[in-house]
């Protein structure tokens, strides 16, 4: 048998075959040959818009003009390497002025025709040099047109500075074209602006940048380069704008132009040029008008001096506080201190709240000075900074410093120490979703939080060190809590697995996690209290959890109480009709014997767990929930209400308030519960958390003593529980484009909230009444603005609404069970839309702005719970006729 040689190729072969992929990926290198001046007609095309208003106008710019170039140096050894002379000319300026008829403005353009020189090699711009006298924005302009030249002449992925930045770019080559792609998301400028990580009232940018360049022998006949950016905010689409810039050049002749110049180095030839040119960073820098420092003093001279009142909860105010914090962005230390310092009643907090929003060092100073922890008057002013600085969207370290800072001196009031510690979790919890978890300062206050837990004794000091470690959401703290929640029972063992379930569920998805919580639940070593066992059984069941997890829970249900099990049980309905809804094909456990036998049993208990949508837009919707467990003898033990927002595979708590009570059999009656708290004083409680962070927990009586002296003491008046501004949104960014504008997108969203609570408790009627009252006004305002220094654009939106909601109980002691009535109630709901566009051009004295707005009302309406609490409600309004 002969053997076959396998057909292979010749090196001939191989070498043709190389160079034909090697021709298809790369493409002649870009250069400017000797003697010839390019002449090329260059167009630049600005659009902005507002995304949702289609029948608002929008800006429509052009600027035409001519552009030559031609060589001045090349290096002899490298002829990719050249220097090159551009000039723009003839520029003019078309404005569309939204009747469809476009407006030729023949207007000074500054230095815009002063020359700039390039420096690249092979399609890379290396460098940049201009004249002193450029004015920097339009300078952007020529960065963005030199910026244009800049094409690698090989396929693939590169990292290339250009006017916006410096980029990951992607090339594909054929044929005399060459397009790229530019990832604007991987984008490194110089840093500007804030923003949170605050993902349902965040805001979202999709942008895109393309670019095509045609040559022939290396000379570029077109470039074209495409970009857009889209922003909006994500809790409303209504507040965005489409921001786009095109930028054309097309060579239209070459006719002979100045001849090269032999030199031997790029340094020597700038010598020789008759203008003076220095070398410029091709990066664009931030731009922004100067708003200034004398607003605030202006304010200071003009306001009167007499207000001591203000309604937080109206629209005006919240636009107000709105205004005083860009305000004080922009002011002076002395100037801030002076508002403080002078300022009476109401306004002292709101100008905290604004000093707080505005974050600035000379704002963070004034408050340093102005608030002193060791005297005692001040203490609710202490109080109103620290919530201030914990609800602040992206606090900063200087902000963290501050709080640490105040702790540390002598604090007159030990509740203030508590909030402290709560807070400087919020913070640090912010800060690490911030991606700042690793800064020493951060890193001393996470220290501070776990020495702290490790040297706590008092039960009600590692409740406080507890709560912190919630707010904080530090993953290293895990072990910590799991080892709190196992090792010790009652409040501190809830407190800890309380911390835990307010971590996102794939943190604690884990087996340790898992473990512990199983040991708890079933009590495996020890025993815990029921609230104790329901929580880790709550956590289990949101963790991704065995279907012998969920069977092994309801068997051990058997031994805890009727009541706990039932809202247990209505928690695992309410999840397994979720899951069933979103996984049809799933047999549904609720056929299961056990479950079945478990969910008759269930319904001799009162407690529940209930929650229904609130509102709904095509951003975000909102629910509210409840949560209710009894005791075994009927009365109320546990309440948790809650308001939720759901937005982009996201949710935030917006509010929560859960009020405890302990031991009210004493006072009530039988005490015969077999609950563990019995022979306990008879105590109410409350805790409420305000957009994910938990605040300190308030006690509304402790005892019967204090229960009478409080009922009698009392004014009727409503407590204020909550009472302020915060920023919810608070965003500013630049978009610094191919084309050499930047756009600014500007965010801000203050909300004014009241919440208070009246608590009426008759002992002789044996009868509670409750109302909690939120008030609420919302200003989200909204802008871009792009401004080439002869041409001003300015997109401006604002959404604010007003609501209040008012969540009633009556409970009645007197009779068995104790009979209880929710009433959850929006009132009407104004809200206002307006948009605005304006542009400008200073020079002619020409500003043109068009408005438009909406008004409209949602009307109230009652929210509707279980059914069994429709039922109560209407016999007990019955027995009051
Ligand atoms: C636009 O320009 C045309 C022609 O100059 C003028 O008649 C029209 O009123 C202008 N429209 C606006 C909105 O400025
Ligand atoms: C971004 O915009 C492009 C083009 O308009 C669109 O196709 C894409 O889906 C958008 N991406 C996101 C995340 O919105
Ligand atoms: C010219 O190019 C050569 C080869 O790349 C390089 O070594 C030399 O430094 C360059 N000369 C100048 C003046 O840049
Ligand atoms: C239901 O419970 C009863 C009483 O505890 C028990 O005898 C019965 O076997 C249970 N049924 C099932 C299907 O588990
Ligand atoms: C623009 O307005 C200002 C003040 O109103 C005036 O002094 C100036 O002469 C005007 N310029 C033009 C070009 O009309």
């Known amino acids: 048998m002969a053997i076959k040689s396998h057909p292979s190729l010749s090196y001939t072969q191989i070498a043709l075959l190389l160079f034909c992929c090697s021709a298809k990926a790369f493409s002649e290198a870009l250069s400017f040959q000797p003697g010839i001046s390019y002449q090329y007609h260059y167009m630049l095309d600005l659009k902005v818009k507002h995304i949702s208003q289609p029948s608002m106008p929008e800006t429509n710019l052009k600027i035409d003009a001519n552009v030559q170039t031609y060589l001045l140096w090349r290096n002899k050894s490298q002829l990719e390497e050249q220097l090159v002379h551009v000039q723009i000319k003839d520029s003019t300026v078309h404005r569309n002025n939204n009747s469809n008829s476009v407006i030729k403005h023949v207007i000074d353009t500054g230095n815009l025709g002063r020359p700039v020189l390039f420096h690249w090699i092979s399609g890379k711009i290396v460098g940049l040099y201009g004249t002193k006298e450029d004015k920097s924005r339009i300078l952007d302009l020529k960065r963005g047109l030199v910026s244009l030249f800049q094409f690698q002449t090989f396929s693939g ?54 670019s095509e360049l045609s040559h022939v022998g290396g000379t570029i006949q077109t470039a074209a380069s495409e970009e857009s950016h ?112 002078k300022a009476a009643g109401e306004l002292v907090p709101f100008y905290i709240d604004a000093a707080v929003g505005a974050q600035s060092s000379a704002s963070l100073a004034a408050l340093s000075e102005f608030l002193d922890f060791s005297k005692k008057k001040q203490v609710s002013l202490h109080e109103k900074f620290l919530y201030s600085a914990a609800l602040a969207p992206h606090p900063t370290k200087e902000m963290l410093n501050l709080v640490l800072e105040k702790l540390k ?23 690490c979703k911030m991606k700042l978890c690793e800064i020493k300062d951060v890193d001393i206050a996470k220290a501070t939080l776990v020495e702290g837990l490790h040297e706590a004794e008092e039960e009600s000091e590692i409740k406080i060190y507890l709560l912190a470690l919630k707010n904080a959401q530090l993953p290293e703290t895990i072990p910590l809590l799991l080892q709190y929640a196992e090792e010790n029972g009652g409040a501190v063992s809830r407190k800890a697995l309380a911390a835990l379930q307010s971590f996102p569920t794939e943190m604690i998805s884990t087996k340790e996690v898992k473990s512990t919580l199983r040991k708890i639940f079933h009590q495996t070593y020890q025993e815990y209290d029921k609230a104790s066992r329901l929580i880790a059984a709550e956590i289990l069941l949101v963790t991704e959890h065995s279907q012998m997890d969920l069977i092994n829970i309801i068997l051990g249900l058997e031994d805890i109480n009727t009541e706990a099990s039932k809202l247990l049980l209505s928690k695992i309905q309410r999840g397994q009709q979720i899951k069933n809804r979103l996984r049809k094909t799933e047999k549904t456990l609720l056929t299961n014997k056990h479950l079945y036998n478990y969910s008759k049993l269930s319904q001799s208990g009162r407690s529940t767990f209930f929650s229904g949508p609130l509102t709904a837009t095509k951003d975000v919707s909102s629910t509210y929930g409840l949560d209710l467990l009894f005791t075994e003898s009927g009365l109320l033990k546990q309440s948790i209400s809650d308001i939720t927002l759901f937005g982009h595979n996201n949710h935030l708590k917006a509010m929560q ?54 009922v009698f003491s009392s004014s009727g008046d409503p407590i204020s529980v909550v009472k302020g501004d915060v920023l919810l949104i608070d965003y500013l960014q630049r978009l610094p484009m191919q084309s050499g504008l930047q756009a600014i997108v500007e965010y801000q969203g203050g909300l004014g909230l009241e919440v208070s609570a009246n608590i009426d408790v008759s002992i002789w009627e044996q009868e ?66 307006t948009y605005i566009l304006s542009e400008s051009l200073p020079e002619k004295n020409i500003t043109y702005t068009k408005r438009k707005g909406r008004k409209a009302t949602l009307w109230g309406r009652d929210f509707p719970f279980h059914s069994s609490n429709s039922e109560m409600c209407r016999s007990l309004l019955t027995a009051d006729e």
């Open 157 to 210: 992925i590169q990292t290339e500075e250009d006017v916006s930045g410096t980029c990951s770019v992607t090339y594909q080559i054929s044929d005399g074209s060459i397009k790229k792609t530019k990832d604007l998301s991987s984008c490194t400028a110089l840093p500007f602006g804030y923003q949170a990580d605050n993902t349902v009232f965040g805001v979202s940018l999709n942008s895109t940048s393309k």
């Open 230 to 341: 889209i922003v909006y905010l994500r809790a409303t689409s209504l507040l965005g704008s489409e921001v786009a810039s095109r930028q054309y050049l097309e060579l239209k002749s070459s006719i002979p132009g100045p001849a090269e110049i032999p030199e031997d180095s790029v340094q020597n030839i700038l010598k020789l040029l008759p203008e003076k040119y220095q070398k410029i960073e091709i990066a664009s820098h931030p731009q922004r008008r100067n708003e200034g420092s004398h607003l605030l003093k202006n304010y200071l001279k003009t306001s009167p001096k007499k207000l001591t009142k203000l309604t937080i909860s109206k629209v005006s105010t919240t636009r107000q506080f709105n205004a005083m914090v860009k305000m004080l962005r922009h002011a002076k230390k002395r100037d801030i201190l002076q508002l403080l310092q």
């Open 409 to 431: 001196g002598k604090v007159s009031d030990p509740v203030i120490m508590e909030t402290g510690i709560v807070v400087i979790g919020a913070i640090v919890g912010k800060m």
């Open 657 to 710: 308030v859960s009020i405890e009570a302990e031991g009210l059999e004493s006072l009530f009656g039988d005490g015969t519960d077999d609950d563990d708290d019995e022979h306990k004083d008879a105590t109410v409680g409350m805790s409420a958390m305000l957009f994910d962070v938990q605040l300190r927990p308030v006690v509304f009586f402790q005892g019967y003593m204090d229960l009478v002296s409080k």
């Open 768 to 833: 509670s009444k409750t109302n909690i009252n939120t008030k609420a006004s919302l200003v989200f305002e909204f802008t871009t603005e792009v401004d080439t220094s002869f041409f001003q654009t300015d997109i401006k939106a604002q959404v604010d609404a007003e609501t209040a909601v008012d969540f009633d109980s009556i409970m009645k002691f007197s009779s068995f069970p104790m009979l209880m009535c929710l009433e959850l109630r929006q009132n009407n709901m104004p809200y206002r839309e």
